[in-house]
């Protein structure tokens, strides 16, 4: 699965558990951490894991596995990184304490085909 696709993937399994405010970066020319960033919030721990697990459940239904997780027990900002993109799935007040998409501006958005 190319990059952009699995981004792209990872957006609409995130849309389909009603995760928010769903962005996709592409970091590629800002940084060698990865291509993409996928970014969402949830409203409470046990829709911040659903919404992992979701990611978790559908790529490796398409053979891809995450190199590393971080953060799901805890459920406040669960990371996943699948290496060439990395999923940071946040509760809503530490996404905003955190403001990734400021840290990242140089990173260009990616417009998604996703529900509001």
Not at 44 to 52: D, R, T
Not at 83 to 100: K, P, S
Request: glycine share 8%.
């Amino acid at each position: 699965m190319q990059q952009l696709e699995k981004a792209m993937k990872i957006a609409a399994c995130l849309d389909n558990k009603k995760g928010q405010d769903i962005t996709v970066l592409d970091i590629g020319k800002v940084t060698t951490l990865g291509d993409y960033f996928v970014i969402a919030s949830g409203g409470s721990a046990p829709q911040i894991k659903a919404l992992a697990d979701e990611v978790l459940e559908k790529l490796a239904e398409a053979g891809e596995h995450p190199i590393h997780i971080e953060g799901y027990n805890a459920a406040t900002w669960i990371l996943l990184d699948y290496g060439d993109v990395i999923v940071h799935i946040f509760h809503r007040e530490t996404r905003d304490f955190y403001g990734i998409e400021r840290l990242w501006t140089d990173a260009e958005p990616v417009p998604t085909q996703l529900t509001k």
